[in-house]
């Protein structure tokens, strides 16, 4: 059972662009939300996180949107460069288990110069 | 501070091999962690911890061991290892402002 699915698998974009990845959860229990980033043969990077109790979450060019009542939510990268080409994945966690992130399948994004 | 540190890199082993992959951090965090990373499968949890002495399982468990008697260490310990073991590992610390990754351990099996 796939507690968090994640799409696209893959994306591509032109530089200058919006990237827009999705994902939904099921359980209601969860109540953190972050994002990571991750470059070939590198660890993930926590990019930005949300907790449920607010639609939007802004960082620079990257923004999170949360949807409470349908169980998504989303990142938004704004004006993309070939620099954020990467893997992007989904996580989600209930509050009180610190250390068990449930990660959504990925999307590999590729920015075209 | 190095945060996370894992130790080997790269690793093949034979088929009934056992090894352990190393993972230290010294942000003094609570909750550490262990995941293997497959393609198109995202990142599954292996085994946690919430403190020193004590360990839980997480998605995918069979095969590993974990035992942490420090907050610093959480090394994993395959028993004997398998094919179906062939992945990229990768142990996390966290607190409340977030989960923080190791560098991986490509594991290859044959």
């Known amino acids: 059972q796939q507690q968090v699915k994640q799409s696209p698998q893959s994306l591509i974009v032109q530089k200058g662009g919006i990237s827009i990845i999705n994902c939904a959860y099921e359980n209601t229990a969860f109540d953190y939300f972050p994002w990571y980033q991750q470059f070939p043969g590198k660890g993930p990077a926590l990019l930005i996180a949300i907790r449920p109790d607010v639609s939007e979450k802004k960082e620079g060019r990257f923004t999170i949107s949360f949807n409470k009542s349908a169980k998504q939510f989303s990142l938004h990268i704004m004006d993309s460069q070939p620099g954020d080409s990467a893997t992007y994945f989904c996580a989600a966690r209930r509050g009180n288990q610190g250390g068990k992130l449930i990660f959504g399948q990925g999307t590999e994004l590729s920015v075209k110069p | 501070n190095a945060g996370v540190t894992q130790t080997p890199k790269f690793q093949v082993l034979k088929t009934g091999q056992s090894m352990t992959l190393q993972c230290a951090q010294d942000?003094?965090?609570?909750?550490m962690s262990w995941y293997r990373q497959d393609p198109g499968m995202g990142l599954r949890l292996i085994h946690y911890s919430v403190g020193a002495g004590i360990t839980d399982q997480g998605e995918v468990p069979n095969g590993y061991n974990v035992s942490r008697s420090t907050t610093e260490d959480f090394p994993l310990r395959l028993l004997s290892a398998a094919p179906s073991q062939t992945s990229v590992y990768f142990c996390a610390s966290s607190d409340r402002a977030g989960q923080f990754f190791g560098p991986g351990t490509r594991l290859t099996v044959l």
């Open positions: 942000m003094n965090h609570e909750y």
